[in-house]
């Protein structure tokens, strides 16, 4: 029980990749769910008990049929699948309310917004027409979609839409042409969301300082600074793959200038 559509889903990277098992939005949905109610370091309990009137109330619909979903629904993560949800130390976590997902009506949508958000921290970026199609939103089965019209009418601003207007994700795209055909899609993002509900949940509780420390949420006083240029908007992890971008970016930029030294 307790189900909040304010809790966190806090997901490991290969969750987020696996693409190739063919949930529906239902499925997904549950299954977030579920990581919502979960502690990722603490795998000695790895059962969450809901009614179904309780799974109603957190969708906001009126009614599940009861062959979809018995009056008590109980989901365990199997031993075999521990590693995918209870290793915050060997993987990469990233994390989103659960609201952002639940409201969420097309497939299509929650898979954009959780690639969306996977990425975010690139800025701007590009993909190919193809895995965007095919890989992304899981569109391969589909013979028609292989036309970017068609794709992109039915399939792809739909989910932009959706996304943009229900999540905290907000972005835009551009499409990229290879003489008359769409090759690539490139993202622009653009949400100016801060991360302080994200901060405030991973700080302890007993940490009521009115005041974040940011250097001790960041781990660093450089990881901070850099946090406070960005508006605070991206986590920990993010911030650290921003860092070394950065640094190898100076070092391709000075290279030149220190081979022109030395051939001076």
């Excluded at 992890?237 to 391709?252: A, G, N």
């Amino acid at each position: 029980g307790n189900l909040d559509q304010r809790y966190w889903v806090q997901k490991s990277d290969p969750l987020v990749l696996m693409r190739s098992v063919p949930f529906s939005l239902g499925e997904l949905k549950v299954l977030d769910t579920y990581i919502s109610r979960i502690n990722v370091a603490d795998d000695s309990r790895t059962t969450v008990t809901f009614t179904k009137d309780e799974y109603e109330k957190l969708m906001g619909i009126s009614k599940i049929n009861a062959e979809v979903l018995k009056k008590h629904a109980e989901l365990s993560c199997s031993p075999q699948a521990k590693d995918l949800f209870f290793c915050i130390g060997k993987y990469h976590y990233f994390k989103y309310a659960l609201e952002n997902v639940i409201n969420l009506t097309h497939k299509a949508s929650y898979l954009l917004y959780i690639y969306v958000l996977h990425n975010r921290y690139r800025g701007e970026w590009e993909l190919s027409l193809d895995e965007l199609r095919n890989d992304v939103l899981d569109c391969k089965e589909q013979e028609s979609y292989q036309e970017y019209k068609i794709f992109k009418n039915r399939v792809f601003d739909p989910a932009v839409k959706e996304v943009n207007k229900k999540t905290d994700c907000h972005f835009e795209y551009e499409a990229i042409r290879r003489g008359r055909k769409v090759a690539q899609i490139k993202f622009i993002y653009h949400s100016q969301q801060l991360l302080v509900d994200d901060v405030a949940n991973s700080i302890p509780v007993e940490n009521d300082e009115s005041e974040i420390d940011w250097e001790q949420f960041y781990g660093s006083e450089q990881l901070a600074i850099l946090a406070e240029g960005c508006a605070y908007e991206f986590n920990k992890e993010e911030m650290e793959q921003i860092s070394r971008v950065l640094v190898l970016s100076l070092i391709h930029i000075s290279e030149p200038t220190r081979l022109g030294m030395i051939s001076y």
